[in-house]
């Protein structure tokens, strides 16, 4: 059993830290709540006592605490500290060396490893001064997670969404170095994101594949021992801790790059792969009065490659984006591309660029339908998933 002290921020993701302290308590962690006067206005004081099973802690100026040190004491007794959310506000005042409350005391005044876990609007995290905070938290020894990616309250979309409460278990964990580690010793490769197929020097062939689920699975696949080589199509998201990246951007760099990263033990294959392209022009396409014709030329299957050749992986797992009839079709496609397992999944909503996914796994046993999760969620859940079925095959 580990000591955890989580600092909750003022932050609607505040909600969130109930979810992440049952999961810390089923498995096993004391946990130890410190809420900041802006915390204290998303959830209440009994709320995470009763989750905790511990009194909670909300001022520096408490009588009874204080006559005892009680912030030196909170901030020496845990084995780790965990701020989320982390405000801009609150992560700008770390940075600071501030002291003014008892969140920002007990972590000046702690020599146990801290974890922080923002949420903010998107242009306050990509403010200036909030790059220039975290790089400073990162140079002083703190783990700073990088935010999901999605809608927010306040209406916009990017990143600044406070991580699953599950992603932050397993990043608690790691730091903890207690976290599950059954793909130690493992290569398994991931591809992700799009591919661009060029037309002209300006114009391409692509898809609306955002990358994050495939990035996801990378971190999770890496958070329990494996060594991951990701090889990412053309998207702006930043490498998941402890992962080799590989940028391309046609679907032949791709499978170039995938024959060139065997042998593996597991591929997952995320990437939307683009199914043509076309001899592309030397110089920008112009308008002539009607529509150009364009060639067609089938791009190499890289899945049903892999799932065939002499490095094939012990366990090949395809992905099938769907907009109807979405579990017949990923049964047909197993069969006809030869791998193990497909996750299928309907594009036809949100799900492209969005934050959450719904997926049914198929394989030779049958179809398991998962409910609606975020994506960091549905990445963890494979991950344990490739795990067992690892162990189990010679």
Not at 91 to 111: E, F, I, N, S
Not at 152 to 178: D, F, H, K, Q, T
Not at 278 to 287: G, S
């Amino acid at each position: 059993m580990k000591r955890i002290l989580l600092i909750v921020g003022g932050g609607i993701a505040a909600y969130k830290t109930c979810e992440l302290i049952r999961l810390l308590r089923g498995r096993g962690h004391a946990v130890r709540c410190v809420l900041t006067e802006g915390g204290s206005h998303f959830v209440t004081p009994m709320t995470l006592a009763a989750l905790s099973e511990q009194p909670v802690h909300t001022s520096l100026w408490d009588l009874k605490d204080e006559a005892e040190m009680g912030h030196i004491q909170l901030s020496r007794q845990a084995d780790l500290v965990v701020v989320a959310p982390a405000t801009a506000d609150l992560m700008a005042r770390m940075a600071a060396g501030l002291a003014g409350d008892l969140a920002t005391t007990l972590l000046l005044a702690t020599d146990k490893p801290v974890l922080v876990a923002p949420a903010m609007n998107v242009r306050m995290w990509t403010h200036p001064a909030t790059v220039r905070n975290v790089a400073r938290l990162r140079a002083d020894g703190i783990a700073v997670m990088d935010p999901d990616e999605g809608a927010m309250a306040c209406g916009e979309y990017g990143p600044g969404r406070l991580p699953e409460p599950v992603a932050i278990l397993a990043a608690i964990e790691a730091a903890l170095g207690i976290g599950d580690r059954s793909l130690a010793g493992r290569h398994v490769l991931v591809t992700a994101g799009p591919t661009h197929e060029p037309i002209d020097p300006v114009r391409y062939l692509a898809n609306r594949s955002s990358g994050r689920q495939g990035f996801a699975i990378a971190r999770a696949l890496a958070a329990i021992g494996a060594r991951v080589t990701l090889i990412a199509g053309p998207v702006a998201l930043p490498t998941p801790a402890g992962v080799d990246r590989i940028d391309v951007q046609t679907a032949r760099e791709m499978a170039d790059a995938v024959v060139g990263a065997m042998p593996a033990d597991a591929a997952v294959m995320v990437a939307a792969v683009a199914d043509w392209h076309v001899a592309p022009l030397d110089q920008k396409l112009k308008k002539a009065g009607t529509p150009p014709a364009l060639t067609l030329i089938e791009n190499p299957d890289i899945l049903a490659h892999l799932s065939v050749g002499a490095d094939r992986p012990r366990l090949v797992i395809g992905f099938a984006a769907e907009t109807e009839r979405v579990i017949d079709h990923a049964i047909a496609k197993r069969l006809r591309k030869g791998c193990d397992w497909i996750v299928a999944n309907d594009v036809s909503g949100d799900v492209m660029g969005g934050a959450d996914n719904s997926v049914h796994l198929v394989t030779a046993s049958g179809v398991e339908t998962w409910e609606r999760m975020a994506k960091e969620a549905v990445a963890i859940r494979l991950a344990r998933r490739i795990a067992d079925e690892l162990q189990e095959r010679p």
